[in-house]
């Protein structure tokens, strides 16, 4: 008979085996899944052989134990289900075509071995295609997040949806309904041409950066989510700069995601209200990841191209973290990279924001005068930012009717409860 | 969560002098490839042999330092990693995955978090301060 302990020992055991399959999976999905593409030309069809591997995997492996090299384990699953397919289609369909095709898919299949260690160079290659593929712009921008996530970072669809505050059917019809978009399209599994490259890059280095920023902004979910999503982000920014090592955005990219994530530990306080930047406890600040975002902004400043929009959000986020306190801030070189972000990525937003940093160089009345132009081009109407900053830089200047005005107008334009009660609470003592 | 893998021989292996490295190199070099292109490995570093360190005992005081080699000593440090992933379970993984020979022993040990330890403490307050001088990484990050 089997007591409650062992019983218990069994479901830990499961469970611990459960971990170490999703361990090895975190590790192999994406050079799988990229083999697997190239090996049967159809990239839904190699992720669905993929699964099935990692399916068999979590029968198998908590019973016989994690084979010594699992990642050439679930290769090999994962091609004995796509011939195994073959076989099915050869018996049913005896339309030249479909032989025909099955005979360019066997010579792939047949042409990798199973027991050879992976070529790294070839598996990069494929990786990156993958990549590619699954940020194609033919998607819609959810369906390049959930994917990528799935695919190139190796996360459950049970992981994504937490991750997202989504339903996992949601997470699992976008993903079903991209592999059929893909297929559809009959797009190649390829890496874009010269033309196109920049801005297929482009679309990747957008996916990991929104993932980045939905950990980051903490819009919903538990906040330990969060900072994993995070931490997944930055990972996939560090997998893409190894990929594409000579191109500075990708580099400028993983600059910003860690100096922005160096602040994390600061940025709340114990109720998890935020803190200002002005406000926050400089010494909690993640140095390591301080350092190693000034390293990855020198990798993108050394290829010698430029700075672009990651480039120059970096550089206002390394200015910001290496300086002690808010007074001994560089603010006006912060103005000179806010100007030229302007200007290779217009944005009220950035415009607000080199106000801002316009009144900390020059002092409050110069960067009214340019929250004053913002507001009179009208691109922010009807949004708080423009008023709640007005409020803030009248009330430096002493004005405080007219301060306590713009910030009871901010007040009343935000539906964010929280920022509206501090807009307010300031109006009041203004 | 972050982890230090630590490489340890119990006893020092010898070496002839006409060891072909070529083979270690090249298979240490792949590995921290794979580890840099999964994006986890955030440090590391080998170690040069004993010959050039010393110990440091303290047993008495002041303490006694004493140049290696040091026949007496149970382990031998040859170089860490600390990477980062998402998992204990992942750190298994990387760890099993180390080129290395029978005799040779990796000890992998988590990186302690902020967390781990009581805030209030003023050395702990001030612990703060002295990585953003240094410039290391803040375990609160985790």
Known sequence: MTGPDEAGAAVDAAASARRQVEAVWRIESARIVATMTRMVGDFGLAEDFAQEALVDALAQWPRDGVPPNPGAWLTTVAKRRAIDRRRRLERLDDRHATIARSLAEQQRLDATDDDLPWDPDVVDDDVLRLVFTACHPILPRESQIALTLRVVAGLTTEEIARAFALPVSTVQQRIVRAKKTIAAAELPFEVPSRDDFGSRLGSVLTVVYLVFNEGYAASSGSSWLRTDLAAEAIRLARVVCALVPDEPDTHALLALLELQASRFAARVDHDGEPILLADQDRSRWDHGQVRRGRAALARADAIGRGRGAYALQAAIAECHAIAPSTDETDWAQIVALYEALASVAPSPFVDVNRAVAVAMASGAAAGLAVVDEIAAAGALRGHPLVPSVRGELLLRLGRRDEARAELIAAAALTHNEREKAVLLQKADRA | MKFMLIMRTPVPVEYPADFDWTPVINAMGAYNESLMKAGVLLAGEGLMPAEEGFVVDFESTPPIVTDG???????????????????????????????????TFLEVRRVTETSDFDQDNEYIQKEHEWREQLGSDDPIQG
């Open chain 2, 69 to 103: 080699p040091y026949a007496e000593a149970k382990e031998l440090f040859n170089g860490f990693w600390i990477i980062q992933t998402s998992t204990r379970e992942e750190a298994v993984e990387w760890a099993k995955r180390c080129p290395l020979d029978a005799g």
